[in-house]
């Protein structure tokens, strides 16, 4: 709950500095840190679809509820997604394989064409977002009445508050949606899994595909709190010990490295840096691995 109330607290304190300085950089600094705030929530609701925040079932259901409003999610398409994306990974029905596809990130670098990639890039974007909003044949109703329900919230703000609070919504939480949460997400997201699909065949055990299908994302503090709050950079460890909660999984890498567990399940897809060394580029742009670093 600390977390939950920590994220809230940011963007707000975020946008009266902003409001109050009135400046272009301030404003811009803003979009990003709400952007950030932004997946902070998803992977709250991340967590609550696996019950990994409270002990009660029915606590984790509301509060993933709140927190999947703001950024336009149905906790109840996302977790249908999601528990399908861990019993399927790497087959042809696990939703976010699908969703590579889509984007052309599912193969590794070497088999890619970017050029490709770059020219589709707007309408990929487009993919993305919609995407982003787990949306099928049976969920529209349900994306009606959030949007609904938005509105009406944003009607009473304007009604009580004048013009200023539809500006300010749109500025303050509209664009940064459209803008760096999107991007955020989709740098995050693509150190998950782009480019190891075809390191395990898709009819290997789930704790073969875990470990061979996924990558644990490292980097230094700042990038950590920017792409992978709450502890959502060690995707590799998600899936293959999807009962531990995130905010655990730091303490489970520290004793798995001590006790060699690494070594043992020939894992090679660590990325503690995104620029040096070892980078996510490097992973991801030209198929190269890196050892396991604490």
């Known amino acids: 709950m600390l977390v939950l109330i920590g994220d809230f ?3 707000v304190v975020a946008i009266v500095l902003s409001i109050l300085s009135g400046t272009w950089l301030t404003y811009l600094l803003t979009v990003i ?5 932004m997946r902070a929530l998803n992977n709250l609701v991340h967590e609550a679809s696996h019950n990994a925040l409270f002990r009660s079932r029915k606590l984790n259901l509301w509060i993933g509820r709140l927190c999947a409003l703001p950024i336009f999610l149905s906790m109840t398409d996302y977790k249908t997604s999601h528990m399908l994306h861990h019993a399927r990974l790497g087959c042809d029905g696990d939703p976010d394989l699908i969703r590579e596809r889509q984007l052309m990130a599912d193969k590794p670098a070497n088999q890619r064409n970017w050029l490709l990639c770059l020219v589709n890039l707007p309408g990929k ?36 508050f004048g013009n200023a609070a539809l500006l300010n919504c749109l500025k303050y939480w509209v664009v940064p949606f ?9 740098i995050a997201e693509a150190g998950e899994h782009s480019g190891l699909y075809s390191e395990a065949l898709a ?3 789930l704790a073969v595909k875990s470990v061979e299908m996924s990558r644990n994302m490292i980097p230094s503090l700042p990038l950590k709190l920017l792409f992978y709050p709450h502890g959502d950079g060690y995707h590799m460890l998600h899936h293959r010990f999807p009962a531990v909660p995130g905010l655990n999984l730091a303490k ?15 894992f090679k897809n660590n990325c503690t840096r995104f620029f040096g060394k070892r980078q ?5 742009f030209f198929n190269r691995s890196t050892g396991v670093s604490t």
């Open 33 to 37: 840190l709400i952007g950030s705030r």
């Open 203 to 205: 009819s290997e055990p």
């Open 252 to 266: 489970l890498h520290a004793h798995l490295c001590v006790t060699g567990w690494y070594e043992k399940q020939g």
């Open 178 to 186: 459209f803008t760096s949460y999107q991007l955020i997400k989709f």
């Open 280 to 284: 996510l580029l490097d992973q991801i």
């Open 125 to 160: 974007y487009v993919t993305y977002v919609v995407g982003s909003l787990y949306l099928g044949p049976t969920h529209l109703q349900s994306l009606a009445i959030r949007l609904l329900l938005i509105a009406v919230l944003v009607g009473l703000g304007t009604l009580f």
């Open 9 to 11: 607290s940011s963007v």
